[in-house]
């Protein structure tokens, strides 16, 4: 067979499977472009770090400058492409989705998470502090923030997580997975997480979608904190444990249920399977169900 008939071949199986996504605005969000944003998103919060530019006094704000306006622009158009895919599966007439003033509502929430830019550094920044202050083998608040997964996977979640409570469809799961195959860790962008937030090491972490985390909260590799049923009519409860302030929780620890709710300041040691509440200061070393 001749390559045109290779390629007749590819093309019939676009038509008989679908599954392609095209560029005009109505298709599905561009993962390689919100990838780009997310990396543009890193380096505004950690200049010098992420990329290979010369960053001084003299040219720092023509730097942010460019960031800004580049992750605006194409954080508008993803956004849009976006809420237009997923309000035209819910719409039969699709004059309905074209008046829906999506450009301006995706527009709006670009310009609103590069306001909320200041808020997510002063979190990062108490994360890197929990790390330094946690972890023996860290010198540096530098080092940490050039190599270590666990504030990599933070710093996506605290992005994505603004991302999804301002309503944005599918780009905040775009970005918690993309950095999920970097590190390992997988949170999920609708995870509530408090300040000064400690992960260890951090592979094979999983932490849910209802999942609630307070403040100096600390947790090493394989934790799960999951949900005891994965039934899809219960997509819309609280499947996930509650985890309070101060809470420590040792590697390969498994917490599951909505109901569950790990007191402040308590202990789960490694290799626990807790799927009941435990109270305030108390420390687990034993399956608890």
């Not at 993803?78 to 995706?106: G, P, R, W, Y």
């Not at 979640?157 to 944005?168: D, E, T």
């Not at 709710?261 to 789960?268: E, V």
Request: proline share 3%.
């Amino acid at each position: 067979m001749n390559i045109d008939g290779l390629i007749n071949g590819i093309l019939d199986s676009y038509d008989t499977y679908g599954l392609i996504n095209r560029s005009e605005t109505e298709n599905f969000p561009n993962r390689q472009n919100v990838v780009q944003v997310l990396s543009d998103l890193q380096s505004l919060v950690f200049p010098g770090f992420r990329t290979a530019e010369e960053i001084c006094p003299s040219n720092l704000r023509y730097v942010t400058g460019l960031k800004v306006n580049s992750i605006i622009a194409t954080l508008t158009k993803e956004i849009e492409k976006a809420l237009l895919f997923t309000m035209s599966s819910k719409v039969q007439d699709k004059k309905d989705v074209e008046n829906s003033h999506c450009f301006k509502l995706a527009e709006k929430t670009a310009l609103a998470l590069i306001e909320e830019i200041p808020e997510i550094r002063r979190l990062i920044s108490l994360d890197v502090k929990a790390l330094l202050a946690g972890d023996p083998a860290a010198k540096s608040d530098e080092e940490i923030i050039l190599s270590y997964p666990g504030l990599e996977a933070i710093l996506v979640h605290r992005i994505a997580y603004f991302l999804y409570k301002n309503g944005v469809p599918i780009i905040p799961r775009i970005m918690s997975e993309h950095v999920h195959g970097k590190t390992g860790i997988d949170i999920h962008p609708g995870a509530q997480i408090g300040e000064s937030f400690f992960i260890d090491h951090g592979t094979g972490i999983v932490i849910g979608e209802t999942c609630v985390i307070g403040n100096n909260v600390k947790i090493y590799q394989g934790v799960t904190l999951g949900a005891l049923s994965v039934k899809k009519s219960l997509q819309d409860k609280k499947r996930h444990p509650t985890i309070e302030d101060d809470v420590t929780i040792y590697a390969n620890a498994t917490i599951l249920g909505g109901e569950t709710t790990i007191g402040r300041g308590a202990t789960i040691g490694g290799n626990t399977w807790v799927t009941e509440s435990v109270e305030a200061g108390k420390k687990i070393f034993s399956q608890i169900q």
